[in-house]
């Protein structure tokens, strides 16, 4: 009995191991919300030539189903919001959807994941009640076909089903979603499936770019951002939104689902007032996420965890509503020429020929203070944390020190404020405050009440133009795993000769398989 368990406890960290294993993929969105596009026939030859591997479309048209046949390219497909009460409601509108549109084609038509409605939450029908059931439904479908453990049933979400997210550590779900996500997340948890997230720090970047950085959402930044709760360092938005899924996900104790971004990227045209929206910054987006992704670096928090990302889009969409962004975020034109050239090993080097629209004020040295323009308990709660979980010294605010003349909330909070500021790199994320900071070029020193600058600031070397090399910290992690799988290959060896059985990697697999097959529904 002791050698059965013992047997089971080191299959389950073999397992463990070769999860942390894997590699990370970058796939492609494949939209056709427009009347100009190429035939699938020739979408197909354009992802090959391009050595894209992974495609995502939002339906299973059964043309473009049958042009990525034989092509190895692997396929997520989706069943769209208009169609959830269908599948929802009747098991055999499943079944007959699964029947008529990925049987026939499946497995020349190489489709691994099927993603149940989109955004649900941010839909004006808000249909999330019908998800879960439709989700169960498919799974059923899949299992009758024995396909439900070559193809994952999941759902995409756009972040604003978080209702925090800044720091990541605090990142919390948006309770309004509770009695959907609940169900979700047992769903995912229970078949192994991932949490899908559509992030786009160009959204943040665009809404706030007085308080976030360019250089910061283009995964540029030379600054760090600090999370006071972890003391886990940022460098990119992208990292610090992925993260703080993550620590919402470990908030309502779900550590084992995996997170997959099914929709990222950066538009090449925008409105007037859209001015980061153009082709070096897209170029220079996508070219430095496919590099950061494709490191296997991880995230601060998930360091070396593997993720799969998926650039929007293939081409740009004409037809799609909403502001002159909304059309333009397509890597190809029409006519299947690139709008920028992107290489999809992440060995490409970035070569830009205009201004990136940096948030900088002028190039001068800068500070952050209180914003009068906001309530005293807004100020008063911003210093207290300032003070607090922000771990700035507040001691020279206290009485009969040089800053706390004069005693106002103001004053004290502009004094934090900067400190905080300053440590964290002076970057325009840390000047946030809820709203209650602003950043300004005039030193608001005064007296011998000295606001500290950004003198001794922790930096790092940009990624924009060579691969970064593996930290210390990523080497020495990847020494242990590999020192870790030898001792585990050597302690199954034993435990396999200890029962009367030979030792070989194919046993091991199949051991781990029956292992598996026996938790799994």
Known sequence: MATKLNLSFALLLFNLLLDFSRASTIGVCYGRNADDLPTPDKVAQVV??????????????????KAFANTGVELMIGIPNSDLLAFSQFQSNADTWLKNNILPYYPATKITYITVGA?????????????????RNVLTSLKKAGLHKKIKVSSTHSLGVLSRSFPPSAGAFNSSH????????????ENQSPFMINTYPYYAFRDSPTNISLDYALFQSSEEVIDPNTGLLYTSMFDAQIDALYFSLMALNFRTIKIMVTETGWPTKGSPKETAANPDNAQTYNTNLIRHVLNNSGTPAKPGEAIDVYIFSLFNENRKPGLESERNWGLFYPDQTSVYNLDFTGKGVIQTTANSNGTSLNGTMTWCIASANVSELDLKSALDWACG???????AIQPSQPCYEPDTLLSHASFAFNNYYQQNGASDIACTFGGAGIRVDKDPSYDNCIYVTAGNNKTVASNSTAISKPSSSTRSGSLTW????????????????????????????????????AVQP
């Open 48 to 65: 090959q030539q391009h050595n894209i591997k992974y495609l995502r479309i939002y339906d299973s048209n059964i043309q473009v189903l």
């Open 119 to 135: 955004e649900v939450t941010e839909a004006p029908n808000n249909a999330s009640a019908l998800v879960v059931p439709a989700m």
């Open 178 to 189: 509770a009695f959907f996500l609940k169900p979700l997340l047992e769903f995912l948890a």
């Open 389 to 395: 979980s922000g771990n700035v010294d507040c001691s």
């Open 482 to 517: 590999v020192l870790f799988s030898l001792l585990m290959t050597r302690h199954l060896e034993a435990l396999l000769k200890m029962e009367g059985e030979s030792f070989s990697f194919e046993k091991i697999f199949i051991l781990n398989c029956r292992r598996k097959n």
